[in-house]
């Protein structure tokens, strides 16, 4: 007798197990399993430009501002120079030493001045201003060259030396006198810069002048009630 042909029992899943089959299922849909990672490195590339785009921005306006000083009420201006007359009287109490006068106000002139030309257009753009109000870099620039061209002086004109290097620097600042006005007509940063170093050479002007015939040394006496 033959022998008794048994049905053969159907295989489940028969596609899923034949490696064929599996790499056929891949080759047919490369993107579902790629999809998801792209999409998260999208989002974290965007998450990531927006934040340093972001911090470029505050990092341009602590600059501009001199650490928040333009934000202040009241003529911003003034505020913002007043950090080099500050150092250049305690630079002259602590050490009667020329050079780090010299040094140190021409560090400031030139990282403020830098600080100005390069993240000032940022704040032209924003408020559509020639010259913003919250931008004082320049105005510590300029101050700097003031006390850079007098240079270090005895400790006890340190005070009234700053006070008059101030108001004559504000004055030069405010008034613009020929041709400092003109300076602001040059583009971006540069026009915001320009007028501000240049007034800050003819009060270091004045200024040395006034220390040379004796006017520093005469109002000192009169604060300190010296005769």
């Known amino acids: 007798m033959p022998p008794k042909k048994f049905p053969k029992k159907p295989q489940k899943n028969q596609k899923s197990k034949n490696p064929k089959n599996l790499k056929s299922q891949k080759k047919q849909n490369p993107q579902k399993s790629k999809r998801p990672i792209s999409k998260i490195n999208t989002q974290f590339g965007l998450l990531l430009y927006h934040f340093s785009t972001k911090v470029m921005a505050d990092m341009k306006r602590l600059l501009t501002s001199c650490f928040g000083l333009g934000y202040l009420p009241i003529a911003p201006g003034t505020w913002g120079s007043l950090p080099p007359a500050v150092i250049f009287v305690l630079i002259n109490y602590l050490s009667y030493c020329q050079s780090c006068v010299i040094t140190t106000m021409a560090l400031l002139a030139i990282a403020a001045s830098i600080a100005c030309v390069v993240c000032a257009p940022a704040a032209i753009k924003r408020t559509g201003s020639k010259d913003p109000g919250e931008v004082v870099a320049d105005e510590c620039a300029g101050q700097a060259v003031t006390f850079l061209i007098i240079g270090a002086v005895l400790p006890e004109y340190a005070f009234i030396t700053a006070i008059m290097g101030f108001l004559i620097f504000r004055f030069f600042d405010i008034l ?17 810069l320009a007028d501000d170093l240049l007034a800050g050479v003819y009060a270091g002007i004045v200024l040395w002048i006034c220390y040379k015939i004796g006017m520093v040394e005469f109002f000192s006496r009169i604060l300190s009630f010296k005769n």
């Open 176 to 192: 613009k006198p020929y041709p400092i006005r003109k300076l602001e007509k040059l583009p971006q940063g540069w026009g915001v």
